[in-house]
């Protein structure tokens, strides 16, 4: 495959446009929740109104007098049914609870019964109507209730991964620095909102169970359902080609799938769910709350001594979601001394779960904020600082980084922003209108994974060609990332190409998230098209060395070709295919063997403010990546686009309002879960170091989708320190915390 070198990246042209794109705007993409088929039957979920207790009676009896409810399950006939575990302890649910299998409340909004109608207003008519009695028990909302109390992350999960991160003597070395920085920053829960919201549509026929439904990780819920309902796995059929956004809300079994499975089987029909925006709230995983605090100690020249960052992290009552933030933060500067301790902090909501930069955003956060307020306190210049601690070597093991452009990154970015016409003291700038004007800037890494994938591709001589691969279509991009680099190496255009992902009986589908999609899919599959055509080469007589595949393939006389290969990650066993057909997470890194691998990203940002009202806007961001080679311009630079929306959406706007008094969330919905809108993003210049990793991969390529939005939030609020003077350590920024301070 062809890849860019800096200075084609630098100049690079969008690249082939989206092999799925004319089909989206024109509306021909179809998605779970378009299922129409005949026979279809509607459900809807009802909601407990408690955070934490029991059921002591519920009445179907008015539901079920609605004309067309075929039936209303609940704890009480629904049968008894498996858990299916929870993904981060060797299951494959975003949580281990599953409603309905007990009358046991552990969250509130968590489904209780399901109605089954031939309308979905039917459904949802009845469902309003089912009356639930409950037995309410106390219940911890917030990282400061009372009986949430700190659980050591080191005692609750011993493996080596979440153990804390030390190198030196991190807190004596932090005592005895010259300048010393020690703050605390606090991170709200949020929400993914994808666009499309989770349906599900499941049908029986002759003992085999297709769903249909948006996931990131096909073959879990595969699997999860087998366990769940007694079934061979080979009798489970998911599909998944095209996901309306994922985000990490959808890596893993929902709670419902199993409800919808066993509703077609007892009906004999196919039966569709479409959850609300508010059940999504309430029902799937978000990212849960944090609060960190950061201790960093240096020497009068600027040198970074020491690094302490600790996290406390909110979990659920029956899950132990981990906490890996320090992952990053330990990496991310060469810092000789440093501890990393994380814990948890239980709380009556459904398990919290992936996010886009899940660990990785609210890391970056308090670290790069705190990193900025030691660049001040040391009277440096902050990109000047930043270059002056870049790490030569993987503080953590010594191991070389395979790659590491960080300098670059941060050179390329301060050119292209002008950061040499800033100055230093804040509220020293102003915009032409009078608005208080601040430049800012952060790092953002991300580790370089890689999961066990299997390829198949067949080209036929009409000129076509098919690849069926692990991995799921989310926008990101994948689909026409794999279908250019088929097309360049067979030779024929990208619309011949069909990509299949997200389908078991295609290939087995590992979980497609962490930026590791393009890395773990495009090797097999590039490896697959090389056998495919030394095979056809071979067998040719008199081929002239540089004939085509196709045309090889014609003179062969053969209706097609085909090949398949399987690729892991560098260091893993023979075994770990066993985990990736078993419907397991199996990815690897940031550590390898022989080197350790992230991705990085520079932003720079720059803030205006206007001085009455204090509202902050974001005009301008430039953000320079080192992600390896850049395989698909186009969506490479929709990837950094997204995620630094992204990352002004958290940094100004998003934050789920937990309600003290019932549990829950009080914004359920995008009325009042404030997102960034066109009007609030401005000009995005996005540019790519583009040296090929080589050492990773073949292809040179590390992950993208989500380093982009890592560094973002504190580059803006570090803007907004440099327009103000005020140093803010809570997201998101509110137009109060300001107004406070004007």
């Known amino acids: 495959m062809a890849t860019s070198t800096p200075t084609a990246a630098r100049r690079a042209r969008p690249g082939a446009e989206r092999v799925d794109a004319r089909d989206k705007v024109r509306g021909l993409t179809r998605y779970a929740a378009d299922d129409t088929r005949p026979g279809l039957l509607h459900a809807a979920l009802v909601p407990s109104r408690i955070a934490r207790g029991r059921i002591v009676r519920i009445d179907t009896a008015a539901a079920e007098r609605v004309r067309g409810v075929r039936a209303v399950l609940t704890h009480e006939n629904i049968g008894a049914f498996e858990s299916a575990g929870f993904l981060m302890a060797g299951g494959f649910g975003f949580q281990s609870f599953y409603p309905l299998r007990s009358d046991q409340i552990a969250y509130r909004g968590q489904s ?23 037995e309410a028990a106390p219940f911890a909302a917030t990282l400061d209730a009372a009986d949430g ?72 819920v595969r699997h999860g359902l087998a366990k769940q309902l007694g079934l061979d796995p080979a009798q489970v059929r998911v599909l998944s080609p095209t996901l309306g956004g994922g985000f990490g809300q959808k890596n893993s079994l929902q709670s419902h799938t199993a409800l919808v499975a066993l509703a077609a089987r007892r009906l004999g029909r196919p039966v569709k769910l479409l959850m609300t925006r508010a059940q999504l709230f309430h029902n799937t995983s978000f990212r849960p709350a944090g609060r960190h605090r950061v201790r960093l100690g240096a020497d009068r020249e600027g040198r970074l001594i020491a690094a302490v960052h600790e996290i406390d992290q ?9 906490s890996v933030g320090t992952e990053i933060t330990s990496r991310l500067y060469g810092v000789p001394h440093f501890l990393g301790r994380e814990r948890l902090v239980r709380t009556d909501v459904q398990t919290p779960g992936y996010m886009r930069a899940p660990f990785e955003h609210p890391a970056a956060f308090a670290f790069e904020s705190a ?31 395979s790659s590491r452009h960080v300098r670059e990154c941060l050179m390329r970015g301060s050119e292209m922003f002008g950061w040499q016409r800033r100055t230093m003291a804040p509220g020293s700038m102003r915009a032409p209108d009078g608005s208080l004007l601040g430049w800012g800037v952060a790092l953002g890494i991300y580790k370089a994974a890689m999961a066990p994938a299997v390829a198949r591709v067949r080209l036929r001589a009409d000129g076509t060609a098919r690849v069926s691969v692990g991995g799921h279509e989310m926008g990101q991009g994948l689909r026409t990332a794999i279908a250019v680099a088929a097309a360049r190496a067979l030779g024929i255009g990208t619309a011949a190409v069909e990509v299949v992902l997200g389908d078991t009986a295609a290939a087995p589908q590992h979980l497609t998230a962490g930026s590791w999609g393009t890395a773990t899919a495009l090797p097999p599959v590039a490896e697959a098209i090389e056998q ?21 393939l014609r003179a062969s006389g053969r209706p097609f070709a ?77 990837q950094v686009e997204g995620g630094v929306v992204w990352g002004i959406g958290a940094a100004l706007r998003e934050i789920s309002e937990v309600d003290p008094r019932h549990g829950g969330f009080l914004n359920a919905d995008l009325a009042e879960y404030v997102l960034p809108v066109a009007a609030d993003i401005g000009r995005i210049e996005v540019d790519f170091v ?53």
């Open 314 to 322: 909110q979990t659920s009552r029956h899950d132990l979601f981990p």
């Open 112 to 134: 209780v019964a399901m109605v089954v109608a031939d309308t979905l207003e039917a459904a949802r008519e009845a469902a309003a109507r089912v009356e639930v009695a409950y």
């Open 690 to 742: 583009g040296q090929p990793d080589t050492r990773f991969n073949a292809l040179g390529a590390k992950g993208l989708g989500e380093v982009a939005m890592v560094g973002v939030a504190p580059a803006i609020v570090n803007a907004v320190f440099h327009a103000t003077g005020r140093r803010l350590r809570k997201l998101p920024v509110l137009v109060e915390d300001l107004l406070q301070a004007a």
């Open 149 to 220: 109390a700190p659980l050591a992350q080191s005692e609750v999960l011993p493996q080596p991964m979440f153990a804390d991160r030390r190198v030196g003597d991190a807190e004596a070395a932090f005592a005895r620095s010259e300048v010393r920085v020690d703050q605390r920053y606090d991170l709200p829960p949020q929400h993914q909102n994808p666009m499309e919201i989770i349906a599900t549509v499941a049908q029986w026929q002759d003992g085999m169970l297709t769903v249909h439904e948006p996931t990131q990780n096909a073959e879990g």
């Open 562 to 638: 085909e090949a398949e290969s399987r690729r892991r990650a560098p260091g893993q066993p023979e075994q770990v295919y066993g985990r990736l057909t078993g419907g397991l997470p199996a990815a690897a890194g940031p550590v390898y063997p022989d080197f350790v691998a992230f991705s990085f990203i520079a932003h720079f940002v720059e803030v205006r403010i206007e001085p009455t009202t204090r509202r902050i806007r974001v005009p301008r961001v430039v953000s320079v990546a080192d992600c390896g080679a850049v395989v698909s311009p186009r969506t490479a630079r929709s």
């Open 532 to 552: 495919l055509v030394d095979e056809l080469r071979a067998q040719a007589d008199r081929a002239a060395p540089d004939a085509a595949p196709l045309a090889l």
């Open 371 to 401: 990193i900025d307020e030691l660049a001040y306190a040391l009277d440096r210049d902050p990109v000047a600082f930043r270059l002056a601690n870049d790490a030569a070597a993987d503080p953590l093991t010594g191991k070389p980084f």
